[in-house]
């Protein structure tokens, strides 16, 4: 089992940051990619970022490529998402979930925390 617990959301003004972290417990995470996905109101979930833990290879999707950094931190355990230049567009709800590298799919997931960008 992993647990996730994110933090870091808020209320932001557009072209402001904020910094999202995912405490990780449980299992050990070598063998885990570790991805952040957001569904803003009446959206489907969607993906934002992920990182592979062992390697720290990562890959984003094309909305936020650039303004986006996910990274990870191995002695606390924590992943990291970096958001700047935030735009109205990107107020979402912000998962961290968990996927073993030989796992057909994200099976852990953190309870989620609020993204508000005004303009």
């Known amino acids: 089992q992993v647990q996730l617990v994110e933090s870091g959301g808020g209320l932001v003004q557009a072209g402001g940051s904020l910094r999202l972290s995912c405490a990780a417990s449980g299992r050990t995470l070598s063998n885990y990619r570790m991805g952040w996905f957001r569904q803003a109101p009446g959206k489907e979930r969607e993906f934002v970022a992920h990182i592979r833990w062992s390697t720290g290879n990562t890959y984003y999707a094309d909305s936020v490529k650039g303004r986006f950094t996910i990274s990870r931190d191995d002695t606390k355990k924590t992943v990291y998402l970096q958001m700047n230049n935030l735009k109205p567009e990107d107020t979402a709800v912000y998962y961290c979930?968990?996927?073993?590298?030989?796992?057909?799919?994200?099976?852990?997931w953190g309870q989620g925390t609020q993204v508000t960008v005004s303009s």
């Open positions: 979930a968990a996927q073993h590298v030989l796992g057909p799919s994200y099976n852990y």
